[in-house]
């Protein structure tokens, strides 16, 4: 349930396109601008994606996409705890730095 | 234990903590300014994984779009020989930096000249899908093609670039090849810059390849003109 809330609560946070709120919705050349620019971050943030090592992006993927919480990405994957924490601070970090240099 | 608590960090920024540990690793932020830092810097950098966000841009990204856009006329994305004018299949498949330039030159200059709001939100929501997919082939012309592809793979947006001006009876044609053979999707213009925009509902997973040609104004059954530009859809 927990885990169903948070994802309930990411996607709210996430938000949806169709109303970019720096344009005015009538504004084709505004919304096409605002679509090009999701669009070159959304590459942006694929390519440090890949960067990640693919333990990092498991455990990221299980803890932001999947929703799981610190013992469930434990018991899926087979590490112990402390692993969980360490691969996901330090996935989050290079993903920090790879998006923030970019910015 | 001080060490164990950083690297709580991550997790909690991503709501993962079991509330045990939530709690504990609230006690230590609010006595860790470094921890309440890397929090916030981890929660904008997952933010930006879910895609598009409710928050504006960043201002400096925004900057620079307009600033490549503003530049792009001088940018020819052409390397190879120019000397056959037409008939050539794909030539390449461009790197991201040119894809990006040239989507966002096309977005802002298409909507700029038309003024059809349902092709730009179309074009806006697609492009910023994190679901949808994307390539750019160039064709021996130079042509430039640009292919994305919706989620549910019902709906693909083509944008063309570098556009040879054609006599007002003439067309470009798009087309989707499949099983059963090339099906004419949308016939098009280049607008004054060279570019083109159509935006094509169909089942693309029923389809291989697209392709471009030139032909009458009104379209053909078939392709008659040589291929400008193709590629896999």
């Known amino acids: 349930v927990r885990s169903e809330q948070a994802l309930r609560d990411r996607t709210d946070r996430a938000g949806r396109l169709d109303a970019p709120t720096d344009a005015t919705p009538d504004d084709p050349a505004e919304l096409a601008m605002a679509g090009a620019v999701a669009h070159i971050d959304r590459g942006r943030v694929s390519d440090a994606l890949e960067r990640l090592t693919p333990l990092q992006r498991q455990a990221i993927d299980l803890a932001y996409f999947g929703a799981c919480t610190q013992t469930e990405i434990a018991e899926i994957l087979g590490v112990p705890l402390g692993t969980v924490k360490t691969r996901v601070r330090d996935g989050l970090i290079r993903l920090r730095d790879e998006l923030g240099a970019t910015v | ?233």
């Open chain 2, 1 to 233: 234990m001080s060490d164990d608590l950083h690297t709580m960090a991550g997790l909690y920024a991503l709501d993962a903590l079991d509330d045990l540990e939530m709690r504990r690793f609230e006690r230590h932020l609010d006595e860790c300014e470094s921890c309440r830092i890397e929090v916030q810097e981890f929660r904008e950098a997952a933010q930006r994984m879910s895609g598009p966000s409710q928050e504006r841009p960043p201002s400096g990204l925004k900057a620079r779009v307009i600033e490549e856009v503003q530049r792009t006329p001088q940018v020819h994305l052409r390397t190879g020989t120019t000397g056959h004018r037409r008939g050539r299949f794909v030539v390449g498949v461009l790197g991201a930096a040119a894809s990006v330039v040239l989507v966002a030159t096309l977005a802002v200059a298409l909507v700029s000249t038309r003024s059809d709001l349902s092709d730009a939100r179309a074009l806006s929501e697609l492009l910023g899908d994190p679901r949808s997919s994307s390539v750019t082939y160039r064709g021996a012309d130079g042509v430039v093609a640009r292919l994305v592809g919706s989620p549910g793979r019902d709906r693909l947006v083509v944008l063309l670039g570098d556009l040879p001006a054609i006599d007002s009876d003439r067309a470009y044609a798009i087309w989707l090849i499949g099983a059963d053979g090339p099906k004419p999707m949308a016939l098009v213009r280049p607008d004054g810059s060279g570019q083109a925009l159509a935006v094509i509902d169909a089942p693309v997973d029923q389809f291989q390849t697209f392709g471009l040609t030139d032909e009458p104004a009104g379209g053909s059954p078939a392709p008659t003109g040589p291929i400008i530009v193709s590629g896999a859809v």
